[in-house]
């Protein structure tokens, strides 16, 4: 299995900038897909942004183009996502996702908050 850690969330200006990190372990890291996910309160789960296990082929939601950069760094065991031009309604939990031997996102970080006020 593969577990992952989301960190760098917190409270930001609208039109700031963060960066997410989302640690793993798990040798199996390098192999598979990752993603970023996010939730808003009386929302569902959305899809923020994919990145392939060779880190070359990078897919975001239309919303999330221009703004959102995702990168995997598979010999930290790390993924990124660097987000700017931060709007209100990005406001959510951030979620790492991996995906497993099907193709399908088994594997969940805890989430880490992303809040932007103006």
């Known amino acids: 299995q593969v577990q992952l850690v989301e960190s760098g969330g917190g409270l930001v200006q609208a039109g700031g900038s963060l960066r997410l990190s989302c640690a793993a372990s798990?040798?199996?890291?390098?192999?598979?897909?990752m993603g970023w996910f996010r939730q808003a309160p009386g929302k569902e789960r959305e899809f923020v942004a994919h990145i392939n296990w060779s880190g070359r082929i990078p897919y975001y939601a239309d919303s999330m183009k221009g703004r959102f950069t995702i990168s995997r760094d598979n010999a930290k065991n790390t993924v990124y996502l660097q987000m700017n031009s931060l709007k209100p309604e990005d406001t959510a939990v951030y979620y790492c996702?991996?995906?497993?031997?099907?193709?399908?996102?088994?594997?969940w970080g805890q989430g880490t908050q992303v809040t932007v006020v103006s």
């Open positions: 798990g040798r199996t890291f390098s192999n598979y897909a």
């Open positions: 996702g991996a995906t497993g031997p099907t193709g399908k996102y088994d594997y």
